[in-house]
């Protein structure tokens, strides 16, 4: 799987968009790049996954550059509930593999 | 529809001692994964399991095994503990080529 790099941490005001920037330059024609996140001391959470086109759910929306070397995820209108350590893994598509890579990930803290 | 269960939710154990840890994924859902997060690894993939085989491994040692049963539900067990193996463990479930990994919330070892 290709390594990820993410800020350790970053803020955000309640209310404004969170951009979290990842660059995965060694990424592969196959790989996907997924976000995860973990509020603290719960099990991570699932938020939205991609290949080469934009993105978007309920969640947030993913922005991959053209290159597929980077991507951002946007929290539209960021809450304090969204306080996190955000995960960018880059990985196949599972198929008989379910591992995930974490890294250590960004910090996300939303401010009132 | 439940989330995956994991219990318990807490566990102390002295050096030495063997513990087992259970996992109860969503249903229908026959892949489970186990993952241990610690402050200084992060989150790092033990093992995981798909109709009842070890479909994939990850690097550690031969004490941390697992199975998993018929009904899909798994256990791990940590053989011979020592202080470095206080945790957080995570159960992760998925249904078959599914993107998204569903976490449980975690079974906290403390080794004394």
């Known amino acids: 799987d290709a390594k990820t790099t993410q800020p350790t941490s970053m803020d955000c005001a309640e209310g404004r968009a969170a951009n979290l920037p990842c660059n995965h330059s060694?990424?592969?024609?196959?790989?996907?790049v997924y976000w995860y996140r973990q509020i603290h001391s719960q099990g991570p959470q699932y938020i939205i996954h991609?290949?080469?086109n934009n993105e978007t759910n309920e969640m947030a929306s993913l922005i991959i550059t053209e290159d597929r070397k980077s991507s951002t995820l946007i929290l539209p209108h960021a809450t304090l509930r969204d306080t996190a350590v955000y995960y960018c893994?880059?990985?196949?598509?599972?198929?008989?593999?379910?591992?995930?890579?974490f890294g250590k990930g960004t910090l996300l803290t939303v401010n009132p | 529809k439940a989330g995956v269960t994991q219990t318990p939710r807490y566990l102390i154990k002295t050096r030495g001692q063997q513990v087992t840890l259970s996992c109860s994924p969503i249903?229908?859902?026959?892949?489970v994964s186990w993952y241990q997060q610690t402050p200084g690894q992060g989150l790092q993939f033990l093992f995981e399991?798909?109709?009842?085989?070890?479909?994939n491994k990850g690097n550690f040692p031969g004490r941390f095994s697992g199975r998993q049963f018929s009904n899909s539900r798994s256990e791990m067990n940590v053989s011979t503990l020592e202080l470095g193996d206080s945790a957080l463990y995570l159960c992760?479930?998925?249904?078959?080529?599914?993107?998204?990994?569903?976490f449980g919330p975690g079974t906290r070892l403390t080794v004394l």
């Open positions: 060694t990424i592969s024609g196959n790989e996907y």
């Open positions: 249903s229908g859902h026959r892949s």
């Open positions: 992760a479930s998925s249904s078959s080529y599914a993107i998204e990994q569903f």
């Open positions: 893994i880059v990985r196949v598509a599972p198929g008989s593999n379910y591992k995930l890579t």
């Open positions: 991609g290949l080469k």
């Open positions: 399991y798909f109709s009842e085989t070890q479909r």
